[in-house]
């Protein structure tokens, strides 16, 4: 799968920009994308024991992942081991046709059978559809924090799902 690194970090530089503001200057951006969305990032993610990557595919073409960090703290989440999803991304020519659902459930389902966790979520804040997504699959808005992309200080909402057991006992 290390050799999907190259074609995840082509597709990654080309959605990223479209979960964030219209308005983001394109350096910034630009910054971002050359640190984080590297073929080198993405193998590193690929070759960690903490992470999943679940990856969609049409016609041999990256049309949508989902990066899993089994666990990754985050001072605002209370739990000893949250996982993360980070970096759900779906071609916008794709949405609306069930892949996101497909990703997130597949990143739910591997993170039930390996435990019982809190799962936590980083998403801009203005991005209502993306939030709409997440609320459907049980995240809830927990708190906010700060997301620089290159030197642009973005607000992000924080999401949390507790485990279906917690949920239960929620409602």
Same mark, same amino acid.
């Not at 910054?31 to 590193?44: D, V």
């Not at 992309?149 to 949920?167: C, N, T």
């Given at each position: 799968?290390?050799?999907?690194?190259?074609?995840? /970090?082509?597709?990654?530089?080309?959605?990223? =920009?479209? @979960? @964030?503001? =219209? $308005?983001?200057? =394109?350096?910034?951006?630009? *910054?971002?994308?050359?640190?984080?969305?590297?073929?080198?990032?993405?193998?590193?993610w690929i070759e960690n024991p903490n992470a999943i990557l679940f990856v969609a595919e049409m016609a041999d073409q990256i049309c949508g992942y989902v990066l899993v960090l089994r666990s990754s703290w985050h001072p605002q989440i209370e739990d000893a081991?949250?996982?993360?999803? &980070?970096?759900?991304?779906?071609?916008?020519?794709? *949405? @609306?046709? @069930?892949?996101?659902?497909?990703?997130? &459930?597949?990143?739910?389902? /591997?993170?039930?059978?390996?435990?019982?966790?809190?799962? +936590?979520? $980083?998403?801009?804040?203005?991005?209502? &559809?993306?939030?709409?997504?997440?609320?459907? +699959?049980?995240?809830?808005?927990?708190?906010?924090?700060?997301?620089?992309?290159? /030197?642009?200080?973005?607000?992000?909402?924080?999401?949390?799902?507790?485990?279906?057991?917690?949920?239960?006992?929620?409602?």
């Open positions: 799968m290390t050799d999907d690194a190259e074609a995840l /970090s082509a597709f990654a530089a080309a959605v990223f =920009p479209l @979960g @964030g503001p =219209p $308005s983001a200057d =394109p350096l910034d951006l630009a *910054h971002y994308i050359a640190a984080e969305l590297t073929a080198k990032c993405f193998r590193a081991a949250p996982a993360e999803l &980070r970096k759900l991304y779906v071609a916008p020519a794709r *949405h @609306g046709s @069930g892949i996101a659902d497909e990703l997130v &459930r597949q990143a739910l389902t /591997s993170l039930e059978r390996d435990r019982r966790a809190a799962v +936590w979520l $980083s998403v801009f804040s203005e991005n209502s &559809r993306a939030i709409a997504f997440y609320k459907k +699959w049980g995240f809830r808005t927990v708190g906010t924090q700060l997301f620089l992309v290159g /030197s642009d200080p973005q607000r992000d909402f924080l999401m949390r799902r507790d485990p279906p057991v917690a949920q239960q006992e929620r409602a």
